[in-house]
């Protein structure tokens, strides 16, 4: 079984950076669109980006927008997530996705692939 691994998060205090990563656990597995998710306490899951599995269109949350940055890189099967000027609303547990298709969607139903999630804690 595929699962998908997070590294990157971390305790920052507001208008800090980090950047989260995610990788494939089996190397030869070729994931088409990934997306990072997130679910703070008490919430539902929210997805906060996602990019295509070809010519890496990416689409994101509106509260995000102008501070996260999704990319990939293909021959590594990894998708990162720049996250810049945070803000205490950004903590949650960040989950990484992935599907077989290469079509991006925003619905965390599409997502046969998941992390175990990497905590993210924003002070303010």
């Known amino acids: 079984q595929v699962q998908l691994v997070e590294t990157g998060g971390g305790l920052v205090q507001a208008g800090d950076s980090l950047r989260l990563s995610c990788a494939p656990s089996?190397?030869?597995?070729?994931?088409?669109?990934m997306g990072w998710f997130r679910q703070a306490p008490g919430k539902e899951r929210e997805v906060v980006a996602a990019?295509?599995?070809?010519?890496?269109?990416?689409y994101y949350v509106d509260s995000v927008k102008g501070r996260f940055t999704i990319s990939r890189d293909g021959a590594k099967n990894t998708v990162y997530l720049q996250m810049n000027s945070l803000k205490s609303e950004d903590t949650a547990v960040y989950y990484c996705?992935?599907?077989?298709?290469?079509?991006?969607?925003?619905?965390?139903?599409?997502?046969?692939?998941w992390g175990q999630g990497t905590q993210v804690t924003v002070s303010s």
């Open positions: 996705a992935a599907r077989s298709s290469r079509l991006a969607t925003l619905d965390s139903n599409d997502y046969g692939y």
């Open positions: 089996v190397r030869t597995f070729s994931p088409g669109a």
């Open positions: 990019i295509s599995g070809i010519g890496g269109r990416t």
